[in-house]
Structure formats: C-alpha cells, structure tokens
C-alpha cells in the first residue's frame, strides 16, 4: 500500500504526529516495539512517508534496522538530532523535524514555538502538524536546519543539565542564574561543534535559546533524563578532548554524589 503513513513508536509525541496525517485523511500504520519490523514492511512496503518516532537512545538501533524499501521515505523528529545520526545509518536525505512542542501523558500538546522542518516530504509533515493546530514551516537550506537543530539541542541540554543545580523553570534559571545557564551553554556548543564538524554562530544561538524561553516561560528545567544526557555529552566532550569544567563539576556535584547517596 503505498497511501499511507507508517509511524515506528506510538509514545506521547508518535500519536500526536499519527493523528495528524489521520486528520490529513491518511490511514496510519503503527509499529510497535514487539513488532518485526520486516513483516510490517512487507504488509506495507511502499508508504508514503516512514515516521520514526522512538527516543533517541533507541534511535541508532532503528535505523540500523530500517527495510530497504522505506530507507527513502524517512522522517526523524528526535531530541539530541544531528546530521551524523542519519549519515551513520547511510540515509542520504530524511525528512528532520525540530519539534518545539511537548506532549506529556494526561496532559494537551504544548506549543513553546513554531517546529521547522527539512526535507523531501516536509510539506506532507508540515500539513499534518497544522492539521492540529500546531505551528510547523518548511525549512529549505541544509545549514539552516543545522542551526535549528542545534539551537533545540542547546535548549534541552542547558536547561535539563543547568537545572540539575538550580531547580525550577526555566525563566527562574535565566533570571536569577543566567552566569551558570551561559557557561553551560557555551560548553554544550563546545560539543555540539565537534559533533556537527560545524562553525557555530554562539551570539543567534544564545538568542534562539533566550527564544525558547520565552516560548514557555514556566516550563520546568530538570527533565527526567537530564543525568543521562549530562553523561552522554561528557562522553562526547572525552572523545573529543574538551575540557568543559561546568559540565564536569555538576555530573560531579549533582550526578556522582547523589548515586553515591543512594548507595
């Protein structure tokens, strides 16, 4: 069948992009974690666009996985997305959604800023993200996209990784704690450059932060996964022998010795 849309990952933010190409009048074809994935892509071997919508730590192993024939059709919309995720898994040209919305369970859709999106299918995406009322815009030039990328990266990773110390939300953490939020900031970059291979524009990049602050003012800055992400960027910064001090201190002071309390 080649008229509809498959979705690998139906979590909080799967079925919100599911319902969309439904309310497009899209039938959707859900697979789940038990699913083999090669029987699916025989039952539906040509869809029109292939949605993977897993985490990112499950995201290597998926695309590793992918069947030939939906290798073409690809729409990624991960957190921590960066060009060399596709490229390690030989995808030439997906479609890549920087999702600025979360979707939490019990909880409606909420919009912090509009989510650009690149890519040969990006207007299919950006019609059903409207179709319910969540602003979306086509984003044409690879570089540009790179920079939305990396500007959501920063978002998270600052304030996931900066409220390890402080707590709260976001507007207390650029208010009464921006010297801090800055220099995390600015180490995250440090890596974000590395894992790019790119020159970073760090003046619009603190201004797209500042940005998504204000696109949610209250929204809270400890994540549930800040501790892996502050792991996984120091595992990065390692490999590519980067001092990043402030990371190091708060997986020391506020990583370490809480694991070490719970023992």
């Known amino acids: 069948?080649?008229?509809?849309v498959v979705v690998i990952g139906i979590g909080e933010i799967g079925a919100v992009i599911a319902r969309g190409f439904l309310r497009l009048g899209l039938p959707?074809?859900?697979v789940v974690r038990a699913a083999s994935m090669a029987q699916c892509a025989r039952d539906w071997p040509l869809p029109m666009v292939v949605v993977v919508a897993?985490?990112?730590?499950?995201?290597?192993?998926?695309?590793?996985?992918l069947p030939l024939t939906w290798r073409d059709r690809i729409v990624l919309l991960q957190n921590e997305l960066l060009p060399r995720d596709w490229a390690a898994a030989a995808l030439t040209q997906p479609t890549v959604v920087s999702l600025w919305f979360e979707k939490k369970k019990g909880q409606d859709v909420k919009v912090l800023l509009s989510s650009p999106v690149w890519g040969p299918h990006g207007e299919l995406v950006v019609q059903a993200l409207t179709a319910l009322g969540i602003p979306a815009h086509r984003v044409t030039d690879a570089s540009d996209m790179l920079y939305e990328l990396v500007r959501k990266n920063v978002y998270i990773l600052t304030t996931n990784i900066a409220g390890l110390v402080c707590g709260g939300d976001v507007t207390y953490l650029w208010t009464q704690h921006r010297a801090l939020a800055e220099r995390v900031a600015n180490e995250i970059m440090d890596v974000q450059a590395y894992?790019?291979?790119?020159?970073?524009?760090?003046?619009q990049l603190l201004r797209g932060l500042e940005e998504g602050i204000q696109g949610d003012p209250r929204h809270g800055c400890q994540g549930r996964s800040a501790p892996q992400r502050l792991i996984r960027l120091l595992r990065y910064a390692d490999e590519a022998h980067l001092a990043v001090p402030t990371l190091r201190e708060i997986h020391a002071t506020c990583v370490l010795k809480k694991v070490e309390g719970i023992k």
């Open 1 to 4: 069948m080649q008229s509809g």
């Open 28 to 30: 959707v074809f859900p």
């Open 54 to 65: 897993t985490g990112e730590a499950e995201l290597p192993a998926v695309l590793q996985s």
């Open 195 to 203: 894992l790019s291979a790119s020159a970073l524009d760090r003046v």
